[in-house]
Nanobody
Framework: QVQLVESGGGLVQAGGSMRLSCAAS????????MGWFRQAPGKERDFVAA???????YYVNSMKGRFTISRDNTKNTVYLQMNSLKPEDTAVYYC???????????????????WGQGTQVTVSS
């Protein structure tokens, strides 16, 4: 079992930056692919970015250059640095994890077994 706890959300003005963190329990953090998803009101949960234990990353094209995913395996933590934020980035952001050997598609929410409770990010215009 892996427990995930997100932090770092809040209110920011358009053009600003924010860093989300996700702390994971367990002793095998480096064997998990960690992902970030987001869900706006009335919309589906969308993939944002993912990172392997080795550090390989995968982004949705629309967020490349603005968002950066990283991880610290010594702290069991994954981060999402968000820059040049836009009002349309407003959503609940979720951290997700799946053992790398079991993960199918990095961008498919249903392929992740573990989820955090989410953290609200609101970008004002």
């Amino acid at each position: 079992q892996v427990q995930l706890v997100e932090s770092g959300g809040g209110l920011v003005q358009a053009g600003g930056s924010m860093r989300l963190s996700c702390a994971a329990s367990g002793r095998t953090f480096s064997t998990y692919v960690m992902g970030w998803f987001r869900q706006a009101p009335g919309k589906e949960r969308d993939f944002v970015a993912a990172i392997r234990g080795s550090g390989d990353t995968y982004y949705v094209n629309s967020m490349k250059g603005r968002f950066t995913i990283s991880r610290d395996n010594t702290k069991n933590t994954v981060y999402l640095q968000m820059n040049s934020l836009k009002p349309e980035d407003t959503a609940v952001y979720y951290c997700a994890a799946q053992y790398e050997g079991y993960l199918g598609l990095w961008s498919l929410a249903t392929d992740y077994a573990y989820w955090g409770q989410g953290t609200q990010v609101t970008v004002s215009s």
